[in-house]
């Protein structure tokens, strides 16, 4: 088992006093920390082998191209699919716009979502649907914070074109059963888009058990830095999709009047790439491989399980989402009866712990819930049970601040 208390110390941000306090960071979803290995590959980049990629003969572009290609080749590796369906985006959000707007829909297609996604896998398919004719179908969730895979099951038919669905809910922690989501999908010939923000960086992804045709996920969330993501496409299908933005590198060739595209994954890499976060995502996955992922998501099972335990022993808390941390991810939304999230936010953060509050981008999942925002605790390698502790001691400050 990985020693985790070595691993605090490589987050070198996690050292500072905030407030007076130890900074208790627990807002990995929102973004994770990064480890001084990640940072320094970064830096190695450009001190090094900064240049173009793919473009020039010189040694250092040569250099540059062979660091990014093998970050690729790292990241198809850590989810089990082939480099050629690896396509470096921005963030998981430019990932699913990509695939949205790269496929073909028509009137009477039907594209099913649910109401616990996030709203980058809400509004591009509401976009879709408005161009196109298409038709949204959202899937409801059920009191104990499960999807209605009952209701799922109902909406399918042979006019389901594709299925977008989160592997892991920000809000909820809901673990959703993606293998059987797509093998229920598959039944009727529809494609499958997993939305993994929050799944790629807390847990094993093989996209070949899983069997979906893309899986999307951002750097930032996991170890490495803003401003690079992935897209997996299955190569077939990326082969026939339509160029999502048009320009440089992605081209074969350009006449005046017209031209011709490169194949996948160029082909959705137009203009300059961020190659150099390609590269620090590369580090960030040697970074999380020598933990194991197994082992990230036994601890964060373990903190889970544990928070869930204190938690729930507050006066008046509210907390969403499954209460089984077998089935959920280190994610825990709450709500504190008579606290507005962004006081109880304000208050922990005069302690040094930082929560999200608000509507965490999931405002159909709000409505459901009947709150207008909660409070998110997220964890990451680098927290442990004194940070729990810490939140919980936190929580009756609050209490006593406000006089609850
Ligand atoms: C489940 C989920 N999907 C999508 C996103 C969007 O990620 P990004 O802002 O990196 O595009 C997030 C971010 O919080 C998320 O939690």
Same mark, same amino acid.
């Given at each position: 088992?990985?020693?985790?208390? #070595?691993?605090r110390?490589?987050? =070198?941000? &996690? /050292? *500072?006093?905030?407030?007076?306090?130890?900074?208790?960071?627990?807002?990995? %979803?929102?973004?994770?920390?990064k480890?001084?290995?990640?940072?320094?590959?970064?830096?190695?980049?450009?001190?090094?082998?900064?240049?173009?990629?793919?473009?020039?003969?010189?040694?250092?572009s040569?250099k540059?191209t062979?660091?990014?290609?093998?970050?690729?080749?790292?990241?198809?590796d850590?989810?089990?699919?082939?480099?050629?369906?690896?396509?470096?985006?921005?963030?998981?959000?430019?990932?699913?716009?990509?695939?949205?707007?790269?496929?073909?829909?028509?009137k009477?297609?039907?594209?099913?979502?649910?109401?616990?996604?996030?709203?980058?896998?809400?509004?591009?398919?509401q976009?879709?649907?408005?161009?196109?004719?298409?038709?949204?179908?959202i899937?409801? #969730?059920?009191p104990?914070?499960? =999807?209605? &895979? /009952? *209701?799922?099951?109902?909406?399918?038919?042979?006019?389901?074109?594709?299925? %977008?669905?989160?592997?892991?809910?920000n809000?909820?922690?809901?673990?959703?059963?993606?293998?059987?989501?797509?093998?229920l999908?598959k039944?009727?010939g529809?494609?499958?888009?997993?939305?993994?923000?929050?799944?790629?960086?807390?847990?094993?992804?093989?996209?070949?058990?899983?069997?979906?045709?893309?899986?999307a996920?951002?750097?930032?969330?996991?170890?490495a830095?803003?401003?690079i993501?992935?897209?997996?496409?299955?190569?077939?299908?990326?082969d026939?999709?339509?160029?999502?933005?048009?320009?440089?590198?992605?081209?074969k060739?350009?006449?005046?009047?017209?031209s011709?595209?490169?194949?996948?994954?160029?082909r959705?890499?137009?203009?300059?790439?961020?190659?150099a976060?390609?590269?620090?995502?590369?580090?960030a996955?040697?970074?999380?491989?020598?933990?194991?992922?197994e082992?990230?998501?036994?601890?964060?099972?373990?903190?889970?399980?544990?928070a869930?335990?204190?938690?729930s022993?507050?006066?008046?808390?509210?907390?969403?989402?499954?209460k089984n941390?077998?089935?959920?991810?280190?994610?825990?939304?709450?709500?504190?009866?008579?606290?507005?999230?962004?006081?109880?936010?304000?208050?922990?953060?005069?302690?040094?712990?930082?929560?999200?509050?608000?509507?965490?981008c999931?405002?159909?999942?709000?409505?459901?819930l009947?709150?207008?925002?909660?409070?998110?605790?997220?964890?990451?390698?680098?927290?442990?049970?004194?940070?729990v502790d810490?939140?919980?001691?936190?929580?009756?400050?609050?209490?006593?601040?406000?006089?609850?």
């Amino acid at each position: 088992m990985a020693d985790f208390f #070595t691993i605090r110390a490589d987050f =070198l941000i &996690l /050292k *500072q006093k905030i407030n007076g306090k130890r900074l208790v960071y627990l807002d990995s %979803a929102a973004t994770s920390q990064k480890p001084k290995q990640v940072i320094e590959a970064e830096k190695v980049f450009y001190e090094t082998i900064n240049a173009n990629v793919a473009r020039s003969i010189h040694y250092l572009s040569e250099k540059a191209t062979e660091a990014y290609e093998n970050s690729r080749k790292k990241v198809a590796d850590f989810i089990n699919s082939d480099s050629d369906e690896i396509i470096f985006v921005r963030n998981t959000t430019e990932a699913i716009n990509l695939a949205a707007n790269g496929l073909d829909f028509k009137k009477d297609d039907e594209i099913i979502t649910t109401l616990m996604e996030h709203h980058s896998n809400i509004v591009p398919w509401q976009i879709i649907c408005k161009k196109t004719g298409a038709k949204l179908k959202i899937v409801d #969730t059920l009191p104990d914070g499960q =999807l209605d &895979l /009952k *209701q799922f099951e109902k909406f399918l038919s042979s006019k389901t074109k594709l299925v %977008a669905v989160t592997h892991v809910s920000n809000v909820l922690g809901t673990i959703n059963p993606v293998k059987e989501i797509t093998r229920l999908a598959k039944k009727f010939g529809a494609l499958v888009l997993i939305d993994g923000a929050q799944g790629a960086p807390h847990m094993k992804v093989d996209v070949n058990d899983i069997g979906c045709d893309f899986y999307a996920f951002s750097g930032h969330k996991l170890l490495a830095p803003t401003g690079i993501g992935v897209l997996f496409g299955k190569k077939e299908i990326l082969d026939k999709m339509q160029p999502f933005l048009y320009g440089g590198h992605m081209i074969k060739k350009v006449t005046k009047e017209s031209s011709t595209f490169m194949d996948a994954p160029e082909r959705f890499e137009a203009g300059t790439a961020n190659f150099a976060g390609a590269v620090a995502l590369g580090a960030a996955i040697d970074y999380l491989e020598k933990i194991g992922m197994e082992n990230v998501r036994e601890h964060e099972k373990e903190l889970t399980r544990y928070a869930l335990e204190k938690l729930s022993k507050i006066k008046d808390i509210e907390i969403y989402g499954p209460k089984n941390a077998e089935i959920r991810g280190g994610v825990i939304s709450f709500n504190i009866k008579g606290a507005h999230p962004h006081d109880v936010a304000q208050i922990l953060d005069s302690e040094g712990i930082a929560i999200r509050s608000g509507h965490a981008c999931a405002m159909p999942l709000m409505q459901r819930l009947g709150a207008e925002s909660i409070c998110r605790a997220s964890f990451y390698i680098y927290n442990d049970k004194k940070d729990v502790d810490a939140l919980v001691k936190g929580l009756e400050k609050v209490k006593g601040v406000l006089k609850l």
